[in-house]
């Protein structure tokens, strides 16, 4: 037992000796934390819940055109401001920087008439076709003069498309009540009351949002959830620069090599190394969940919600370490230098992390990296935590993502042993 | 019990992927508590020789006994008994000569008490006292030398195999070393050393193995030898005599 207290000592006197090291282990993940969920914070604002500005050049006097800017704003998300414009006015893109905007619409002059002559036909040839009028010679196809929509080039084609739905739809909207209003008078030969029309439109089918869960719990996912358990793994595993490195130490200093002549089995050494780097994998845990818990409310970002099953958590806390101890061992043992061990090793975390999901969501993946991101144990990591955190499950449902880690695990612990004994260093 | 500390017989090792053997059929015996030097140029073999006694190579062919115990088989055992001082610097610079004592005692099989103790007689005797608690990366390379000492002998060993001890440091530091070394040996250490400064060799050791190009040269108590081969002026003479005066790396 006191070999095995000396070695945790030394390796803990070793760890605190090494600044850097500490750093990279602490400091680096928890600004990556705190600066990646805040960019993702904004940027998920800026497309969800801040207004689109949209420069808007009303060329049309009639009521179509207010009626259509009328819905616009009850949609809540475009913030209007009128300009004055051509149809292709070469100044768009210059009034889109001046007024910081990434859209702008021009409705041509007309716009109301067109839609009113095109309801109007629409509402003729129903009663047509229903049988109630005859075919009448007067009634003309009309063909509606297109809206024009201008885009800045960095708007997302996501956002383009979600933008020119909203406006699809509110068109839909005012050809819709127009077309009713017409068929109404042709009926009636009197305009539809104002009742009756706030009757038609109002009573229209909602949407309820809902997030899936295991255990039927309704926590919101949120920017946090993700970045979170993402970037604690990403830290973990980031732990090769120490680790690493101070297994390459050893084996440079001469270390190894007095050890291995030393009556006590090697065994307790890389215990000893591992159970303190597993601590160390721990305290990155609390040190970054706490600050998601505790501190990011503080300073306008989503608070991290814990998962309700915290043994799952300490579990699968203790697994994810233990996959990026192996992993450093691996590095560490076969890199025959510092720099190659720190070079590599952090290079591959960061490759690892890209394929595993850490750094760009896998689902956002081509499909041929789909399968490559198997062979991460950040994404096995990531699919465990994930389970817990966005997904509420219990041990037994991650068991998918817990297993393969596992494997990972052994297979690493192997393979760093056997390195071990190749190069005659147990 | 034979008065044997070490037994090598018709040992033979060769290095993958080499053609040749590095040792090749050697035999010699090495008396308990007796000071035996192994001499040799440049890539004669000798600290492959010094891995395979100290089990940091595996026995193939001939055999090893260390105190009348098969290394092969009771490697385990031997490890309690033996001591070893490498040529590089084998410790841990960024912690302190107690430090790196603290857990090379706990490693060599030592309790906490006697841990500490022999820290202090150590560090007193190779005059690091004063430097006891400074991180060892800061120290001169006759200090280093000294920790690198101190933590091959925390445990008392029954044997010491010393490949250099003395290289690349100065006069008061080499002499202080082998003083200790001598004073070691009264208490009853064998002692197996390698050197380059054959002047030194002559001062501490009593018997010496020359080896070459991995074979066995000339094996004796240094004053027959040098009697033998008529070398009047000293081991440096006899060392040219056997092995030539030609480059070696």
Redesign the interface.
């Given at each position: 037992m006191?070999?095995f207290?000396?070695?945790i000592?030394?390796e803990l006197?070793?760890l605190l000796?090494?600044k850097v090291g500490l750093m990279i282990m602490f400091a680096m993940p928890v600004l990556l934390v705190l600066l990646i969920t805040s960019i993702q914070i904004s940027a998920f604002e800026l497309v969800n819940n801040s207004k689109v500005k949209v420069l808007l050049c009303n060329k049309d006097k009639g009521k179509g055109s207010q009626e259509f800017l009328s819905y616009l704003n009850e949609v809540g998300r475009f913030d209007l401001i009128n300009v004055d414009l051509t149809e292709d006015d070469r100044r768009v893109g210059d009034y889109m920087n001046d007024h910081d905007a990434f859209v702008a619409l021009y409705i041509p002059e007309g716009f109301s008439d067109q839609i009113t002559k095109k309801a109007e036909f629409t509402a003729g040839k129903a009663l047509v076709e229903f049988g109630i009028n005859e075919s009448p010679d007067t009634l003309k196809m009309v063909k509606v003069d297109s809206l024009t929509i201008y885009f800045h080039p960095v708007l997302q084609q996501s956002l383009r498309r979600s933008i020119q739905g909203a406006l699809k739809s509110v068109i839909q909207l005012v050809e819709s009540k127009s077309m009713l209003n017409a068929l109404y008078f042709s009926i009636n030969g009197k305009p539809m009351p104002a009742t009756f029309e706030k009757e038609l439109f109002a009573n229209q089918i909602g949407i309820e949002e809902k997030t899936t869960s295991h255990n039927g719990s309704r926590t919101i996912p949120n920017a946090a959830q993700h970045n979170v358990p993402a970037w604690t793994i990403f830290a973990m595993f980031f732990m090769v620069i120490s680790l690493g490195g101070n297994i390459v130490k050893?084996k440079l200093?001469?270390?190894f090599?007095?050890?291995?002549?030393?009556?006590?089995n090697f065994i307790v050494?890389l215990l000893a190394k591992q159970l303190l780097y597993l601590m160390v994998a721990m305290s990155q845990v609390v040190v970054i969940f706490s600050m998601g818990v505790w501190l990011f409310p503080h300073i306008g970002l989503p608070a991290l919600n814990i998962p309700h099953d915290w043994i799952a958590l300490i579990v699968v806390s203790f697994i994810c370490g233990l996959s990026a101890i192996s992993y450093a061992l691996c590095i560490g043992v076969y890199a025959k230098t510092q720099e190659q061990a720190n070079g590599f090793g952090a290079i591959s975390v960061v490759i690892l992390a890209t394929i595993g999901g850490i750094l760009v969501p896998s689902f956002a993946m081509p499909k041929a990296f789909q399968f490559y991101m198997n062979l991460s144990p950040l994404h096995w990591c990531l699919e465990a935590y994930y389970g817990l955190f966005l997904e509420g499950g219990r041990l037994a449902d991650i068991m998918t993502s817990v297993v393969p880690l596992l494997a990972s695990i052994v297979a690493l612990q192997l393979i760093a042993i056997i390195g071990l004994k190749k190069k005659?260093l147990i | 019990m034979s008065n044997l500390a070490l037994s090598v017989n018709n040992l033979s090792f060769r290095y993958p992927g080499q053609a040749k053997d590095c040792v090749h059929d050697l035999s010699f015996e090495i008396f308990v508590g007796e000071r035996f030097g192994l001499f040799g140029p440049n890539g004669a073999g000798k600290t492959t020789l010094m891995s395979l006694m100290v089990g940091l190579q595996k026995v193939k062919h001939g055999h090893i006994q260390v105190l009348d115990k098969d290394i092969r088989k009771d490697n385990a055992a031997i490890k309690h008994f033996i001591g070893y001082v490498p040529q590089d610097f084998a410790f841990y610079p960024e912690l302190s000569p107690v430090e790196n004592l603290d857990f090379f005692g706990a490693w060599s099989g030592l309790d906490k008490r006697t841990v500490k103790e022999r820290t202090t007689y150590l560090l007193e005797v190779l005059g690091l006292s004063d430097v006891a608690h400074k991180p060892v990366k800061q120290f001169s390379g006759g200090m280093k030398r000294r920790v690198n000492l101190a933590i091959g002998v925390i445990h008392e060993p029954k044997i010491l195999f010393l490949d250099e001890p003395t290289v690349g440091v100065d006069v008061q530091t080499r002499h202080a070393i082998i003083d200790y070394l001598k004073v070691l040996n009264a208490q009853g250490t064998t002692l197996v050393y390698t050197s380059h400064h054959l002047k030194e060799a002559e001062d501490l050791c009593e018997r010496i193995a020359l080896i070459d190009r991995g074979e066995m040269v000339a094996y004796d108590y240094l004053n027959q030898l040098l009697e033998r081969h008529g070398s009047k002026d000293g081991l440096e003479e006899l060392f040219l005599k056997l092995t030539g005066s030609a480059y070696r790396d």
């Open positions: 006191y070999k207290a000396a070695s000592t030394k006197r070793l000796r090494d050893e200093s001469g270390s090599v007095r050890l291995k002549i030393m009556p006590t050494g005659n | -």
